[in-house]
């Protein structure tokens, strides 16, 4: 579901390729079922095409990944979490507008 801009990741990489990054990431926790999760992708993608190079855009399903939702209190979908340092420096939960995922983006840089 995500675009080439998009890397799906999951329990096994999450630490080398979120908590490890030399760069800000972008954490979009959502599921197949979820059509509020499939409403936000566009923006998403729109912004990983934007940010190349300066931020890291990822998906988690959480269906497939359970242990990394439940270690950062993941209780509703979509949520995206904005990571810098290994640490979360953003969140935003739900469908919301592309303008408010990238004040969270650009708050990381």
Do not use: H
């Not at 999951?10 to 908590?19: T, W, Y």
């Amino acid at each position: 579901m995500a675009g080439p801009e998009v890397m799906n990741i999951g329990d096994g990489d999450f630490s080398k390729e979120v908590l490890q990054s030399d760069k800000p990431v972008l954490v979009d926790f959502w599921a197949t079922w979820c059509a509020p999760c499939r409403a936000i992708a566009p923006a998403v993608e729109d912004l990983a095409r934007q940010y190349e190079g300066k931020v890291k855009f990822t998906k988690l399903n959480i269906d497939d990944n359970q242990d990394t939702p439940q270690q950062y209190g993941i209780r509703s979908i979509p949520t995206l979490l904005v990571f810098k340092g290994g640490k979360v420096v953003g969140q935003i939960v739900g469908a919301v507008p592309k303008t408010k995922i990238e004040d969270a983006i650009s708050k990381a840089l």
